[in-house]
């Protein structure tokens, strides 16, 4: 079955640089989530989307920022990256037709290292 | 996550039942879920419970609910090698978006 993908897996990039990460959602999946988890953490709702209008905010950073598009993959755009984004970034996605609103899915993650 | 609190380890001989706990603060959550992160992987959804049920078994999986407690269990029969990794178990709330507990990694010996 087709799963949550996410790109790229790995990231590296320098303080005060912009990053952009990207979500495709399982098909027919209509909203979708970020979180991040930070080393030996739990990983933390940053922000998600439904049928592309921003659904809930977490504690996400007002430099960052994300949008889900009319194909319902999403991308999160982090600037002025400091050390401490570096992190491993989920997205993940459910339905919320049907018996599918249940469970919620989460892709492989985008490791984004921050030197 | 502040609200959802897991003991951090558990070690458990190879055969034997592992049992991992949770507390969660949030009465109003609908869905508790169970999910499995091994090294370097992603979250792996790998049952849920809703929280009007006391019980759900899924194969070698049991998940126990004491709402009056704010207590959610996950039971694994006859642990393998391979259920070694760290198990996140997680509330949801709001606007559907899951808080999570710290985490417990199990390792499983010999």
């Known amino acids: 079955a087709a799963g949550v993908i996410q790109s790229p897996r790995h990231l590296i990039k320098e303080k005060r640089e912009t990053a952009t990460l990207k979500c495709y959602p399982i098909?027919?999946?209509?909203?979708v989530y970020w979180y991040q988890q930070g080393p030996g953490q739990d990983p933390q709702f940053l922000i998600s989307?439904?049928?592309?209008?921003?659904?809930d905010k977490g504690s996400i950073p007002d430099r960052f920022s994300a949008q889900q598009f009319s194909d319902y993959h999403s991308e999160l755009n982090m600037s002025s990256l400091e050390l401490g984004d570096s992190a491993l970034y989920f997205c993940?996605?459910?339905?919320?037709?049907?018996?599918?609103?249940?469970?919620?899915?989460f892709g492989p993650g985008t490791r984004l290292t921050v030197t | 996550g502040e609200d959802v609190e897991q003991s951090l380890f558990l070690s458990v001989r190879e055969g034997d039942s592992s049992v991992i706990n949770c507390t969660y603060t949030?009465?109003?959550?609908?869905?508790l879920y169970w999910y499995k992160q091994e090294p370097g992987a992603g979250l792996q959804l790998l049952t849920y419970?809703?929280?009007?049920?006391d019980m759900k078994q899924d194969q070698r999986l049991t998940v126990l609910l004491n709402k009056k407690d704010k207590h959610l269990s996950l039971r694994i029969a006859d642990t393998q090698t391979g259920d070694s990794a760290i198990y996140f178990c997680?509330?949801?709330?709001?606007?559907?978006?899951?808080?999570f507990g710290a985490g417990t990694t199990v390792t499983v010996r010999a």
């Open positions: 993940a996605s459910s339905s919320r037709k049907g018996s599918g609103r249940v469970e919620q899915y």
């Open positions: 098909p027919r999946h209509d909203t």
């Open positions: 989307f439904y049928e592309k209008m921003q659904s």
């Open positions: 949030d009465s109003s959550s609908t869905y």
């Open positions: 419970i809703f929280s009007n049920m």
């Open positions: 997680a509330e949801r709330f709001g606007d559907y978006k899951l808080s």
